[in-house]
T-cell receptor
Framework: DTAVSQTPKYLVTQMGNDKSIKCEQN?????MYWYKQDSKKFLKIMFS???????INETVPNRFSPKSPDKAHLNLHINSLELGDSAVYFC???????????FGQGTRLTVV | GDSVTQMEGPVTLSEEAFLTINCTYT??????LFWYVQYPGEGLQLLLK?????DKGSNKGFEATYRKETTSFHLEKGSVQVSDSAVYFC???????????FGGGTRLMVKP
């Protein structure tokens, strides 16, 4: 029944490691996103992926790379993790600009 | 660029009090406007939305009216409950990628 699901829910890792967060949506939406929520609850868009077109927020370091094996999945791979990457990462999907985005439960990443 | 500004929290109210959370936006054209709610430990859920000027979004006793002349989308509820305690995010969607731009979030605490 879950519309947008992310795994894992919690991720604790050491600096310098490479990690991935997976996201799947079963809503048939064409567009998927990754958002980052920092410790002060600020939410910022990282990526939007629509039918093989990737739109990148240019403030995102290139250590972050989204990968979409198909329309229902948008995974987030992070290389050389840094302390400042610690945050909650939310995946979302939507059909178009006039319909709401559905969010996953979030993945709390802690880099130590 | 597009931006959303919300009143800073936390907002602390007694049960059954009237709630207003202010939200103003800066954007060219005609964005769609949204309010999302994040309950403790959970992801974001759409609360209500409006897609054109003078539209009123409503859900669960919450209301917000899209005011283009004042570029505002203030959230109101006539009588809050303890269960309304959460962080509320105002957001707009416009442009390529259908990405949401969020305000900073406002934490609401309702006391019995």
């Amino acid at each position: 029944d879950t519309a947008v699901s992310q795994t894992p829910k919690y991720l604790v890792t050491q600096m310098g490691n490479d990690k991935s967060i997976k996201c799947e949506q079963n809503l048939g939406h064409d567009t998927m996103y990754w958002y980052k929520q920092d410790s002060k609850k600020f939410l910022k868009i990282m990526f939007s992926y629509n039918n093989k077109e990737l739109i990148i927020n240019e403030t995102v370091p290139n250590r972050f790379s989204p990968k979409s094996p198909d329309k229902a999945h948008l995974n987030l791979h992070i290389n050389s993790l840094e302390l400042g990457d610690s945050a909650v990462y939310f995946c979302a999907s939507s059909q178009d600009r006039n319909t709401e985005a559905f969010f996953g439960q979030g993945t709390r990443l802690t880099v130590v | 660029g597009d931006s959303v500004t919300q009143m800073e929290g936390p907002v602390t109210l007694s049960e059954e009090a009237f709630l207003t959370i202010n939200c103003t936006y800066t954007a060219t054209g005609y964005p769609s406007l949204f309010w999302y709610v994040q309950y403790p430990g959970e992801g974001l859920q759409l609360l209500l939305k409006a897609t054109k000027a003078d539209d009123k979004g409503s859900n669960k006793g919450f209301e917000a009216t899209y005011r283009k002349e004042t570029t505002s989308f203030h959230l109101e509820k006539g009588s809050v409950q303890v269960s309304d305690s959460a962080v509320y995010f105002c957001a707009l969607r416009k442009g390529a990628g259908n990405m949401l731009t969020f305000g900073g979030g406002t934490r609401l605490m309702v006391k019995p």
